[in-house]
């Protein structure tokens, strides 16, 4: 299996999901500059989290309309799989990928922090190796991931399975005060219509093995490993 990662100019966990695809998946991916206008042949597409163009006009926005999005576009049009993490789930929002906005945080403040979510969909091939309601600690790193939506959109979200991940308490209660940057309906993470593009605020690769105090996030990985291998 091979993936590419997208290299933006402010990108600043492109290194750490490099180190955790090639762990997880015993392969190093390629890792794709944002000048670039293709990709190379590839089973999966990473976007990963930072601050792309120092996140300037909105998170995401210029990075969208990078030379190499063109591709990523096209090609997750065509089913290639898409993993977009923190900046990468902003940048999928910007490109039309996946619906809704990702504002800023509630309290208006920069949040860096292990988190604790349930796990609402096995249905995808990025969580077929957790089990439906399990909860997970994985840490996020953001100001701007304060997801909303519109009613009818946020309806069509829940009826149809495509909330992944949702912010709860340590006993999977989906509550206000669990809910870290004010998201709608508690929303960390969700898949589009398909379910082969996957946003997600928290760092799944900032916990693939124990001197990470975790390895929750290395089975997002690992379902993606046995789904496209």
Known sequence: MKAAVIVFPGSNCDRDVQVALQKRMGTAPHMVWHRETALPKTDLIVLPG?????????????????????????????????????????ILIEAGLLPGALMRNRDLKFICKDVTMRVETTDTIFTSHYNNGEIVKIPVAHHDGNYFADAE?????????????????????????????????????????????????????RVIEPLHRGTQGALIFDSLLEALA
């Open 50 to 90: 930072g601050f792309s163009y120092g996140d300037y006009l909105r998170c995401g926005a210029m990075a969208a309309n990078s030379p190499i999005m063109r591709a990523v576009v096209a090609a997750a049009r065509a089913g290639t799989p898409v993993l977009g993490i923190c900046n990468g789930f902003q």
């Open 153 to 205: 959109t946020v309806k069509r979200l829940e009826g149809e399975g495509q909330v992944v991940l949702r912010y709860t308490d340590a006993e999977g209660n989906a509550t206000d005060a669990a809910n870290i940057n004010g998201s709608v309906n508690n929303i960390a993470g969700i898949v589009d219509e398909e379910r082969r593009i996957f946003g997600l605020m928290p760092h799944p690769e």
